[in-house]
C-alpha cells in the first residue's frame, strides 16, 4: 500500500495496484500549477483507492487542445 497527501497534508489517500496510465504533461496549467517544466501524472482505478483523511474533491478545466 502506497501514500500520497496534497500539499498541505489535509487530505490523505492510500492506493494499490497498478496504475492505468502514467504521463507527463507539458500544458502551460500543468507548468503553472507545478512550477516545473512538467508534471507527472497518475491514473489508478478509483476502486484502489482509500481516503485516509479530508474529503476529495474534482477540479475540472476544459483544455484547448
Known amino acids: 500500500m502506497t501514500q500520497s497527501s496534497c500539499l498541505c497534508g489535509a487530505n490523505r489517500i492510500s492506493f494499490t495496484g497498478t496504475p492505468l496510465l502514467n ?4 500544458c ?3 507548468r503553472k ?3 516545473a517544466a512538467f508534471a507527472l501524472n497518475i491514473l489508478m482505478p478509483s476502486d484502489n483507492l482509500e481516503v485516509l ?3 476529495l474533491k474534482t ?3 476544459v483544455a484547448s487542445s
Open 23 to 26: 504521463f507527463r504533461c507539458h
Open 53 to 55: 483523511s479530508g474529503e
Open 59 to 61: 477540479w475540472t478545466k
Open 33 to 35: 500549477l507545478t512550477g
Open 28 to 30: 502551460l496549467d500543468e
